[in-house]
Structure formats: C-alpha cells, structure tokens
C-alpha cells in the first residue's frame, strides 16, 4: 500500500536501496560472486573425507603403448633416450591429455661383485641397478622433451625384472631374494628423485616410475617370489607391477617344479603395494579367464578384488618374430585390444564383483 | 522529497563504496595469502581429484574389506597421494621451452659383461629366456655354427605328459634373441640334458642315461 503512494522514482530508489543492502550483506558474508573459487586455503592438517565412487564398465579400450624386453648391451642411453621420444611425439601427436604406461623389462635378477641389477636381457649379461636407471631416466627425458608443448600427457615407467630362478641340482639363481627386492625398490625410489630433481623443470611432472616384476609361477618358488616382493614393498615409495601370468592357475597353479597354493599366488597379486597387468596372450581367451577366476578368490580371501592395472600382450613380440612356435601357432599373439576386452569384459562383467576400470594398455616387443 | 531523494541515492553510494572497499581488502588477502603458500592449494586439490586416490578412498569405505585388504589399500592410498602430490609438484613448474641435456656417454661395455661372447659356451638353466609355456629347461648351449649364432636349450614339454624337447633360437645379429622352435625328442624321451658340442651339432642326454644327437642343420635327433 505504501508502493503504491509513492511517485514512480521514489519507488524506484527505494527498491534499488534494498537490492543494495541485500548486495553488500552478501558481499560482507560470502564475498563477491565469483570469489569462491579462489578463496581455497591449505587446511594444517587435510582430512580426507572418504568418496564413494561408481566403479563400472567401460568398453574404451586405452590406446596401447609398447613396452620393451630392453637389451642393455647396445648403445642403451641412446636407444633408451629414443624410445622414450618416440612416445612423446605420438602423444603430442594426439588431441587431448594422454596417460601412458610403459614396462621397460632387464631380464633375470642378478647379484654379481657384490652389486644387485639384472641381465640386461641377454644370457650371460649383468647391468647394474644404477646403469639400469641411467636408462630409464634417459627414456623419461626422452618422453618429456619430445612431448615438446604437450604439458598435460604423462607417462608412468615401470622398471621390470622377472622371479626366474632355476631348480636344478647344479644352477641356482640366489638372487631373486629379499635383498634384490630391496635394491630394486631403492634404484626405483632414485629414478624418482632424478624426475624430480635433476630432470628440467621436474619434467613438468610429465613422468612417474614404478617398479615391476614378471612373476611366473613356473620360474620360481613362491616363497622366493614372495620374499623378493617383500623385499620391495620394504623400501618402495611407489607401487609393484605384476606383469606375469598364472600357470596352471586356478586348480594346480604352478609348474616347473614349482607349486603354489591360490593363498600363495594371492601373496604376489594381492598384497602389499601390488597391481596387476597380467600378460592376457592367449586368443583363446584363457589367460583372461584364470585371471577372473583368481580375482573371484581374491574377493572371497580379501573381500576385494586383485587391482587390475590393465593389460599386457605379445603381439609386438610376435610381429618381430612371426617364425617363433608359440607365435605361428597363434597361442600368444592376441593383440593389444583383443587382450584389453577379453580381461575387461570378464572383470567388468563378473555377477560376484565388479572392479574399477583397467586404465592400461601396452604391448611388449624387443628392442635391438 | 527531492531532498530525501539525494540524501537516499548519498547513503547508497556510500554503501557501494565500502563494500567494494572490503572486497578489495579481501582480495588484497588472498593474494597474500596465496603467494605466501605458492601452489599448495592445487597440490591438495590435485589430490583430492586424484581418480586413483578416489578409487581406493571409495574401496576403503567399503565394510566387507577384510583387515589384511585394508592394509593392502592404505598403504596404496598413502602412495597414490604421494604420487598425484609430486605431479602436481611438477605441474606447477615453468612451462617454458624444453630442452633436454645432452645425452651422457654410454657406459662402454660396463653396461652389459658378456660371458664369453664369441665362444662356445654351456650354461645351467634359461636365464629365463625361454617362456614357461613352451618348455622346462635343464641347461643349454650358445655358439656358432656355420656363419649363424645359436642358443639351443635342453629340457621337456611344460605338461604332462613329460617329453624331452629342445628349443632352438638362430640369433638375428645385433639382437638378443630369434625365432624359438621346438623339436621333440624321440618316444620315450622325458627330458633332455646338453652334454658337449660338436661341429655339427649337439651331445645330448636323455633322463635314463641314453645318448643322442641333434644335428643342427637338419634339425633332427638321431641314436
């Protein structure tokens, strides 16, 4: 009623007087519009509350990468540096931010002059953990320079060995042990402070490490196997990679004279600081499927399932060499995606479990 | 009332004017307060959004994680924050130019100790250069022959029932490895054993004593 007894301008400044009243209330409690987003301060002390997110299927298999059985006898600065630049081009190459994984495997765990390292992927060979990780640095600072103005693709290297180990009477191979899997924990642990310190700029945070272990059931006791990774998980600042395969598994896992129970094999999948990328080879599908089945235990055991990074296939391997037997009889030429979905559709398909999605996918070759 | 008016539209003003006042004072402080803690609150966030970090944060809320699971994921979740904190570390650096050093020398011939590279030798096991699947193997042998280098491993079929078998590799120059063929011994052969080398081929023993050859150019056994 008063409204309407007031001249229209007088209603009008009147109006205009509450808006701005009501403005600067809002503005002495909250702040400007807009300002919310860059009031974050550091908490002391961060809480972090815990998120609930919607694990499911997803049928975008990754782009793969290659990873490589890398042979350290040849010119392996260089040839590191090259592969790793490799990388980066097709990734700057790409729209969008990429994230790749990448296993650089030196052969069979050595412990020789009192120093810990691997083969080098050649019999006979030995390279030490610290020239192994001249090469894996010189495959990051490769990566990083030649994504060139690519500053969002990152790369995660994992740096592998396998548990192969001999159970004859005249050989034993003593150095897939705890010890070794320190060592190798400690050079990982280096590389890192390499990427973070000496590498230009951090690398931009454009490269990560990790380490890896192709554990195979066949090559090794599961004790040794077991001591090795604990040996890792005792000194890591970052996670393990198993990028092995399930003999025999589920019933009579193991072979070679080498027997594991599924407790056992859980101890190399399961635990600790552990995910998985199982080499998923076979077109037939059965590799995928023994790795299902051993998550279904790994739910049952642990009330959850093994961490399936991803997927590892031969198909690089098998390009190189089409002559080899496994290869031209097609047992362990799957190709990248065919391994990817047959993992993934059992994994993310499965009634009992679900698991989150597999973010990896590489393919394994040789280098020179 | 026009007076009133004027004395309205005053005090409005006045209000504008200490309002956007505070609002720059507050802002002035948070520029402040930013760059005397650079960065620090992306590095929190880019943990936060971490999808690595939320996944284990969501399979830590889950109740039917036994207690050996949720150690197996805690200590997954302390590195999966340790890593996203060091990326955005990283992140936060100069985007300028990327230059990368020059390459170090090459570690001559410290990086790999060949064992008698060019000679014949025998040696124990694979060195797990032989995939499981494909055979077991005892021990075996590399050298020349012919122009071409070989690695030859002894051993049998992975599964029952046991066979004797070799694997021959013909080495590609400059690589590591080759082609590997299977070549099963003769009936009632279950595993395999290099005793010596010879121009043409190989000594071998089978598990209950019995001696054969294996000529490498044909690739075939013979008593």
Known sequence: LEYKRMKPAGWFLHQLKHALLLFLVALLLGGAPGAAAQTITPPENPVFLPVVIQRGHTSLVPLPTDSYYFYMKTDPLAKARALGCQLGERDKALPGKQESLVILAFGITKYQDGQYGASGMARGGFSTVDQIAEAVQQFGLGYWDCTDTDFDSRLTVAVGTNNYNHPGEYFQ???VTFEHGRAWAQMVNKIHLWFQNVCPNRCNGQVSVMGANDIELAWSSPDDAYNWVKGYDSASNFPLINFGAAEGCPNACGGGGFYW??????????????????????????NAKQWHELSKYSVTRFGRPIDFAGALSNYGACQQYPNDKLCKEHVIDNTPEQAWTQLNNLVN??????????PYLTDIRWTD | MKQRHIQA??????????????????????????????????????????PQVQALRGQ???????????????????????????VAAGQAAPRTEKIAPALPAEPAQAALQIQAADEDVLFEGSEGLVRPSLALIINGWEGSRGGARYQVFAGSTPAEPFRGALVVVELEPGRPTGAHERYLAPDGTTMLRILEATETGLILEGDAGARLFFNLALRSFSP
């Open chain 1, 261 to 286: 129970t599924k407790d056992k094999v859980m101890r190399v999948t399961s635990e600790g600081s552990i995910y998985v990328l199982p080499q998923i080879y076979r077109p037939d599908g059965h």
């Open chain 2, 60 to 86: 830590l809320a889950d109740p039917a994680l036994s207690e050996e699971g949720r150690r197996t994921v805690e200590k997954k979740l302390i590195m999966a924050e340790r890593m996203a904190w060091e």
């Open chain 1, 349 to 358: 398909g499965a009634t009992v479990y679900t698991h989150d999605d597999l």
């Open chain 1, 173 to 175: 191979n003593l150095s």
């Open chain 2, 9 to 50: 539209l005053t005090t409005l003003l006045a209000f504008v004017a200490l309002a956007a006042a505070i609002s720059l004072a507050r802002s002035t402080a948070q520029t402040a307060s930013l760059s005397s803690a650079p960065q620090t609150p992306a590095r929190y966030q880019a943990v936060e959004d971490d």
